[in-house]
Structure formats: C-alpha cells, structure tokens
C-alpha cells in the first residue's frame, strides 16, 4: 500500500491548481450568470496540453495517467463545475472512445486535433428516447453506397454547440437492435444544433440538441466493430464516471471551503459559530465524507492504471460522489445561512451544478443497479 | 548562451506561519518557487529561446527543494543542480559562497536571480554572489536586454526606472513586472523527470566547513504582534489631531 502521489502527479495537480485559481475561478459567477461556455479558457487549457491530459503522446496528448487526470479535474470542478463538466466530456466520452476503438487512419484524423486542443469533442449518445436505456434509440444509420447516412436527433449534449467532432451511436441493425458508434464532424451538411438548454446548474457548460438531416459520412467514420456500439460505450462510462466523480470532489471540495472559513468568521450569540457543535458536526462529516469520495476515485483511478478491473470501483466512486457532493453543498448553504441562499455566495450555484452529478453518465439509481449486478444480483 | 538561475524554494505566500518550540513548522506547508525566482526563471528560458543556448537551475536547500527545481525544468529549463548536503547551509554569506563555489565550475554568460527571497527577505544572496565572482550586478530588472555582448537593464528604483547598460558577464535580479511566469504545460512536467538533476555536496564543490561558516546567527523567531482593535477619534478636529500626536509619541512611541 502506498497513498503517495508521483512528483508528476504532484506537478500535475500543482500547475493545474495555480491556473485554475487564476485563469477559471474569477470567472465561475459570470459564467453562470450568463450561462456562457468559456472558449478561451479552453484555448489555454490546450495550449498547456490540458485537452489531451490522458492520450498518448503519439496522439496529441500528453501521456498522462488516469490519476493525474482525477487530480486535474478536481482542480477544474473546485474552480468551475461548468467548465470542468465541459472538459470532461471532451476528454472521457469524445477523445477516450476515439482512442480506444479508432483505427490508426481514426486517431491521426480526430483525436489529434482534440488530444491537442484544435477543436473541443463531443458524444451523442441520449435521445428522447434513449437515457438510461441507450437500447431505446432511434437515431439510424443506412449504408448508401461508400457512405453512411444518419438521420435522428440527440438531446441533452455537451459541447454540442462547440464541437469539432462528435461521436454518436446509431441503430444499424434494427431486426437486431444493433447499435454502432460513428464519427461526425460538425461541419457535415445536415448536421445542426439547437439553442442551448436553459439549465439549472452547469451553466458554464454548453447543452445542446444535435438534429441530423441525412448526414452523409464517409464508410470509414464507422468507429469500432459494426453493431457493438452498444457494448463500447459501457466501458467508455467506466471512465467517464470515475472522472465525473472527481469532478464531484472538486465542487464540493469549494463548497466545504466556503463553509470553513464562514463558520469561522461568522459570530452569533458572542462566538464564532463554528464553536457550536451542531456546526463542527456538520463540517466533520463534510471533511470526511470529501475525503473518503476521494479515496474511491484515486482507488478506481489507480486500478484503471494498473490494468485492472474498475467498473466496480468506478460505480462505486461515482455514486458515493455524487451524493456526498449533493449533500456537502446543501449543508454549506445551511452553515451560510441566510447568505448560503443568496448568489453573492457561491454556495448555492455550488449546489445547482452538483445536482447534475447524479444523473448525467448513469443516474444514481442506474450505478445501485451496475453495482448489484456486479455482486452477482 | 549560457545562462544560470538561482532560484530558492519558499513557502508558498498564502501559508499562514505556525511557531512551535521557537522554530517556524513546515509539515504541512506548501512550497513553491520564491516569485522572485519564479521571474528569473521565466527570462532566463525566454532568452535562450530567442538567443539558443542553455539554462541551467541551481538551488540551496534541502531535499524537497527538488521540487521546485522540477518545476523549473517543467517550465523549459534544461538542467538543474541541488545542494542539498546539509554542511551546505547557513546564511546568506553561507549560501553566496555555496552558490560561487557552483558556478565557478561552469561557463556562464549570464546570471538571474530573484530580487530577494519572500521568505527571509534579506536581497542579499544574489549581490553577494556577483561579489563572489567578481562580476557586476544590476538589481530589480523589470526589463533585460541583450544585444551580443551588451544588456540594457531597466531597473526599478523605488518607483523610477533607471537604465543601465552593462556588458556580459553578468549577474542581474529580477523584479516583479519582468515578465509574466508561464504555467508549465503538460508536456513539460512529463519531460521534466527524464531532465538531468545533479546533487552536489561539500566535498564536491572543494569547500571546507570554515569556507562557509555563517556569519551570523538567529537568535529568536517570533510573530508580530496581533493586530488589536483599532482606536477611532471623536471630537474637535483640532483635540483629534493633538490626541493623535500625543498617542504616536506615548503610546506608540513612532515619533520621538
Ligand atoms: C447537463 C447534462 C449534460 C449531459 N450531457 C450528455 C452528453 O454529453 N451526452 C449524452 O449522451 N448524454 C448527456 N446527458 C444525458 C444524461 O446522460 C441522461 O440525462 C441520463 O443518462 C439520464 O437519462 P434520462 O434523462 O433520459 O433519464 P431517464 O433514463 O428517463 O431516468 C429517469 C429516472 O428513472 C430512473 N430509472 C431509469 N431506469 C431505471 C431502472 N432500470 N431502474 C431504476 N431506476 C431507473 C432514473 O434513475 C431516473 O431517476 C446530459 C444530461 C444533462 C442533464
């Protein structure tokens, strides 16, 4: 056993703090306010070779493992939860499945452009139809002569709007229910976005609905085996859920932050209310259950860079996550107060964006089943 | 070009400083690159981009320093060198002989250092250098020059700029307004490992114990005083003012 970090890691999460402080936080409440997805924190992010923190160096990326990139979206989340959701996606569920089922001719084409911050990725895979159940969609693709020809809507889309390319699912076989991934650059006539959700949280990251009019793609852009879309994407959500919890570690990491040193300075009834005990309990829990989250994702992180087994983990680290984010924010409101509720504070936007957590990448409910059938349910 | 950084590894300035049993504790405290430092760093690799040549980190302090040299080479650095021989340590006649002792056995064309460390504070390791080596020095630089053998140095005198021309050799500070620090980028960090990092220790620089031994010596660390609340006068101006000077000169004792 061994809980230390590589003085990589260490440098790693170091830079990555030092730019988030600097370059992200300031802008966290307006980009909320406004629900505006902050490009040229993106183009910064590419330019110190962010984009592509885990793809192999021979794909534009920097090389890093897994761990490094937990740590790194800690970093992000505790910054901005909207930017760090947006980076995410575009790491875990656009640039991971192009490296993991690219051919070599599908790598140099679309993930060096993304590994190397060229462009920003995205991944179709929700449907009105198809949410926890991908088996529900209805998007198709029709092989006509040397090229696909996709025609279907995705709703509910990260980076959507924002995209270079985007890698989607489509039924191919519908006796069958076959399902294939496909790769889609965003500039294919046919292919269009809707105007951004208005949402609850995450506002700093774009939501979109992808509509595709007979989008006609070469016959090479089909990604991975014909009909095993389905099955590619489970193992690309281990990834993104293990990610997407240290996301959740990083928003609430902020919000117990915020909590500490308002309790502190906070007086009522002649002391620091941080002296009463039903506050210091709160807070003990917040500090533990933060740390125990980030004991599953650096667990999961690290199994994942061993070659070993992580879907458990990875379910595991996501739910928990989640969850003690959700809580961790609500109890820092309460520690706040009256000004926990209000947007001069940045508990409350803390809250909103951690909600999204336990439904995007496999709701709550979805990781308890992934799990149980794990325990051979 | 072949260009040397002193740089040193402080607390990062946001720690708070803890006393206990009368020495400053470090368990627990973020370290980073003196600011200062962190300037010299960032021109000496801009130079050698725009000039070719060399950068080359040197550090004194203990082990963990070799972080912040790690993180110089992450940020473009190409070598680095720690003394971390405990019978290296002193003050900062101890470290300025340390440090000559380093260079002397390299060429160099060109020295930067930070201004001063935020630590201690004294701005005295890098003057004493250029002492050392017989070398001239210009302090707090907020722009470098270099034209062939000839540096044009702007330099921050207490809120002015003076220009000062000079010619290589030479040893130069940095002030804040230099440049601005890159962040080292990924791809850095990664190549920063595989960078040569050579440790040095008192026999290897020919030093003896009585070289180097500290000049002087610290007797006592203490915090300042906490702020108490402060005092706000009422009344007639005039009694305000006299009230005020009387407390400078009894109570505060700031004017005599
Ligand atoms: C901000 C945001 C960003 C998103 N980004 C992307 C993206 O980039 N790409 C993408 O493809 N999708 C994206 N999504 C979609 C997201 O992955 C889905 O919303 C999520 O998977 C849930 O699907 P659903 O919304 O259809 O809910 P449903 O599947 O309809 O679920 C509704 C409720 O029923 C429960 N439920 C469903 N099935 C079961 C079951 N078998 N047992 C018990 N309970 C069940 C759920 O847990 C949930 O509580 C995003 C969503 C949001 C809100």
Not at chain 2, 10 to 16: A, C, K, S
Not at chain 2, 103 to 118: M, P
Not at chain 2, 135 to 148: A, C, F, R, Y
Request: aromatic share 6%; charged share 25%.
């Amino acid at each position: 056993m061994n809980f230390e970090f590589s003085s990589e890691q260490q440098m790693i999460r170091n830079m990555v703090r030092e730019f988030a402080e600097a370059e992200i936080a300031p802008k966290a409440a307006e980009l909320d306010r406004n629900a505006r997805f902050p490009i040229e924190i993106f183009d910064k992010m590419g330019k110190l070779g962010l984009m592509g923190l885990p793809i192999p160096e021979a794909y534009g990326g920097a090389g890093a493992d897994m761990i490094s990139y937990c740590l790194a979206l800690e970093e992000i989340g505790r910054a901005c939860a909207g930017t760090g959701l947006s980076y995410e996606a575009h790491v875990s569920l656009a640039c991971v499945p192009l490296l993991l089922y690219g051919t070599e001719e599908q790598k140099q084409k679309y993930l060096v452009p993304l590994a190397s911050g060229e462009g920003i990725g995205s991944f179709g895979l929700t449907e009105p139809g198809a949410g926890s159940d991908a088996g529900g969609t209805r998007t198709t693709a029709v092989l006509d002569g040397d090229s696909w020809v996709i025609n279907g809507n995705k709703i509910f889309i990260t980076n959507g709007g924002y995209a270079k390319t985007v890698v989607l699912t489509a039924v191919t076989d519908p006796a069958t229910r076959g399902i294939s991934a496909f790769i889609v650059p965003t500039d294919t006539p046919g292919f269009s976005t809707s105007k951004p959700y208005e949402k609850m949280g995450m506002r700093a990251s774009n939501t979109v609905e992808l509509i595709l009019e007979n989008v006609r793609i070469p016959e090479e852009n089909l990604l991975g085996p014909l009909n095993a879309g389905f099955k590619q994407f489970l193992s690309t959500l281990d990834g993104g859920r293990v990610a997407i919890a240290a996301l959740a570690v990083g928003i609430a990491q902020s919000a117990f932050e915020t909590a500490l040193s308002y309790a502190k300075q906070r007086t009522q009834f002649g002391q620091s209310i941080s002296k009463f005990q039903a506050i210091q309990h709160k807070l003990a829990d917040m500090a533990m259950h933060i740390d125990l989250a980030r004991t599953a994702v650096l667990k999961a992180a690290w199994r994942k860079d061993q070659g070993l087994p992580y879907t458990l983990e990875a379910s595991y680290a996501k739910l928990f996550a989640s969850e003690i984010c959700t809580e961790t924010c609500t109890q820092a409101i309460q520690i706040l107060g009256g000004n926990g509720y209000m947007k001069e504070y940045p508990v409350e936007r803390n809250l909103r964006d951690a909600k999204l957590i336990e439904i995007g990448e496999g709701t709550s409910e979805i990781q308890r089943l992934v799990i149980a059938r794990q325990l051979g349910c | 070009m072949n260009i040397l950084v002193c740089l040193k590894q402080t607390f990062d300035t946001e720690e708070r400083i803890v006393i206990e049993n009368g020495k400053i504790k470090e368990d627990g405290v973020k370290f980073v690159i003196n600011p200062y430092d962190e300037y010299a760093v960032e021109e000496a690799i801009r130079l050698r981009d725009d000039l070719g040549g060399q950068v080359t980190v040197i550090t004194v302090g203990p082990e963990r320093a070799e972080e912040a040299l790690r993180t110089a080479l992450a940020m473009g650095a190409d070598e680095a060198i720690l003394a971390d021989d405990p019978a290296l340590f002193g003050d900062e006649y101890t470290a300025a002989k340390v440090l000559a002792a380093i260079v002397k056995q390299r060429e160099f064309d060109l020295i930067i250092a930070g201004n001063q460390a935020v630590d201690d504070g004294s701005g005295q390791v890098a003057v004493r250098l250029a002492e050392e080596l017989g070398i001239p020095h210009v302090s707090t630089l907020t722009k470098l020059e270099v034209n062939g053998n000839q540096v044009v140095a702007h330099r921050d005198a207490e809120g002015d700029e003076e220009i000062v021309e000079a010619s290589l050799p030479l040893l130069v500070t940095a002030q804040q307004g230099l440049n601005e620090p890159r962040y080292p980028s990924l791809i850095g960090i990664r190549k920063a490992n595989k960078k040569p990092l050579t440790k040095v220790t008192l026999a290897d620089l020919g030093l003896s114990l009585e070289d180097i031994e500290a000049r002087t010596e610290i007797t006592e660390t203490f915090l300042p005083a906490p702020k108490t609340a402060g005092q706000i006068l009422s009344g007639d101006l005039a009694d305000q003012v006299k009230e005020l000077v009387s407390a400078l000169k009894t109570k505060d004792k700031v004017v005599g």
